[in-house]
């Protein structure tokens, strides 16, 4: 054999352990998921801190098993994203005095050493809650609604899923919605609106994969990436901009549908590694009311397009066939 033919196969060798190894890092799961076993938690929210992650979320086990209609919050958290464990509810509706009731998927930022917890209720507003820590306590940070949809134009029949992202310089946004993705600039403050709201614009799509709802937004090498649901049940599908409020253009799908009749993701980096959080119905009993969170790596291909995610948590039922979208 002669020393290129050599080369060659020991070449291909080690391109093919190369590839083994960015394959089982790409399924290898980050814990054992679902994150935990004993309570139904759905929509993750996680929020890096302090080299911690807290993960806000819906709490299902609140819920009459018939609806979405938990009263309250409840908050997850890890300092090495394989042992999870419940710290309880961190804030319930009642805390807004001018709010009736479901407390539905939560979003969290800390900014200048405050957090702040954007929350809808009544399917009609998003209020805000503040604390000087992630783990709270939090209080009405506004004595009423930030938005609502009786008050604010184009604020959209169902202002629910709200995902706030700090830019680089500084300025914050708010993505919410169902059916119409909308955005909204937030004040220095965090707890004021400091412009119009706006239709998101997402071009490039198909038929198969429009917005239905759960917009995330996070940054990766100067792209902006919007993740949202397709619908119900939904796959969750990504799109990119070069700037944070768009227009965007669909790119494909980061996790495909699941078996539960909501998808809701979220994306986040600690340290130098990027993770999906969603939810499905891992648990005995679990179902589309009685959901539990999970959380995957996220990986990228060099042109920055995402490889999309195969859940490693098990699922006693397979994902939900494709329909057509009824109301919520």
Partial sequence: MSIISQWRGAASCLLIIAMSAVYLAAVSPVSANPLVTDRFVADPAPLVSGGRVYV??????????????????RLLSSADMKNWRDDGE???????????????????????????????VDRTKIGVAKASSPKGPFTDAIGGPLLDNARDANAGVEPI?????????????????TRKPKVVELGRDMISLAGPIRDV?????????????APWLHKRDGIYYLSYSTGWP?????????????????????LDRVNTFTNHEAIVQKGGDWFLFYHN?????GGNYRRSISVDRLHYRPDGTIIEVRPTAPSPTPPLPAVENPAK
């Fill in 56 to 73: 806000y979320a819906t709490d299902d086990s609140g819920n009459d098993g018939k609806y979405w209609n938990s009263p309250a919050w």
């Fill in 281 to 285: 119905a891992a648990l005995p009993k």
């Fill in 161 to 177: 899923d709200p995902a706030v992202f700090v830019d680089d310089d500084g300025r914050a946004y708010m993505f919410f919605g």
């Fill in 201 to 213: 614009e997402i071009s490039n799509g198909t038929p198969s994969t429009p917005y239905g709802e």
């Fill in 90 to 120: 961190i804030f319930s509706v009642a805390g807004f005095k001018w709010a009736k009731g479901l407390a539905w998927a939560p979003h969290a930022v800390e900014r200048d050493g405050t957090t702040y917890l954007y929350l809808p």
């Fill in 234 to 254: 939904g796959q969750i599908a990504y799109a990119t901009s070069k700037t944070p409020t768009g227009p965007f253009a669909y790119r494909g799908i980061v």
